[in-house]
């Protein structure tokens, strides 16, 4: 698995695939726009054709692509440390936000537009959610660089074959999202061919589709990695602090199912749980220090 994990995650395939999300991100963003300049002219169903009423739509396509290099990036830091890893898991989730608050803008008609229109309420609840984001993504960064002042454990006996674990857990997990990827992409294709979706559990949503799978089996792998970790140390607050990391992602898989404020809600309080599990690890490793 270690070859695996360096032919994947290797600097010179993350600058490729940097590469490959510009041109893809460029190339797709136009082809989307010319899809709606036809769909002027032609009835193109893509999605009930909700990717084809606004220009603004087109810039669905090139955050789609850039969200899959993040979620790219999000699995090449999970053997570095939980807390990068879910500093990754937030950026995605904000870019996610954001993805869907120009699919807001494309429901409004701002000429008719009330104060009380369900529509614009939306749309301020995803503006919110999406401020709020940043800043928790902010606030963790300061955290993160915090507690690399204080955390700085001696190498353990075991700990160079977890890691080694880890990138073995991260390799597979990849490789499990390009199957995921691959599904969703027939799953597409046959229901735009003949109106019928491949798994019976899959739906249109497209802000949940594909997320929901891929967070799950993130999930399975944060779990492991944590049993795996456990096994190497029994320090309670390390153990308790990547326990709520894992339930911050929990938290943030749920979101997908539900219904808007709620998803916000549950995406909001994920990310407060992360944050104050990091702030009170910090408090933990600064006495330890201190003594």
């Known amino acids: 698995m270690k070859g ?7 600097a010179n395939t993350r600058a490729k695939l940097e590469r490959l999300t510009v041109i893809l991100s460029i ?26 009423q606004n220009p603004i739509n087109a810039i669905y396509t090139p955050f789609s692509f850039i969200l899959i290099y993040e979620i790219y990036l999000l699995i090449f830091y999970l ?14 989730i904000s870019l996610i936000m954001v993805r869907r608050v120009f699919g807001d803008i494309t429901k409004i008609d701002f000429a008719e537009i ?49 890691n080694s674990l880890k990138k073995s857990v ?10 995921i990827s691959l599904v969703h992409l027939c799953d597409f294709v046959i229901h735009q061919a003949t109106g019928v979706h491949l798994i019976a559990s899959m739906d249109n949503n497209l802000d949940a589709i594909f997320y929901k799978d891929f967070f799950t089996t993130l999930i399975l792998a944060d779990v492991l990695i944590l049993l795996l970790s456990y096994a190497l140390s029994q320090d309670y607050f390390k153990l308790i602090r990547n326990t709520g990391f894992v339930i911050t992602t929990i938290l943030l898989r749920l979101s997908f199912g539900a219904a808007q404020p709620l998803d916000v809600l549950l995406i909001i309080t994920g990310a407060l749980f992360g944050y104050l599990m990091l702030i009170m690890y910090i408090g933990y490793s600064r006495e330890i220090q201190a003594e």
């Open 27 to 52: 190339v797709g963003f136009f082809t989307h726009l010319a899809f709606i300049g036809l769909g002027q002219f032609w009835s193109i169903e893509l999605f009930e054709g909700r990717l084809l």
């Open 170 to 179: 991260s390799a597979i997990l990849l490789v499990i999202l390009g199957g």
């Open 4 to 10: 695996l994990y360096t032919l994947l995650f290797s």
């Open 114 to 162: 009330q104060l009380n229109d369900p529509k614009f309420m939306a749309l301020l609840i995803d503006l919110s959610a999406v401020l709020i984001m940043a800043l928790a993504i902010l606030l963790f960064i300061k955290a993160k660089n915090k507690l690399k002042a204080f955390d700085q454990p001696d190498m353990v006996p075991g700990e160079q074959r977890f």
């Open 79 to 92: 053997p570095r440390s939980f807390t990068t890893s879910l500093l990754k898991q937030f950026e995605v």
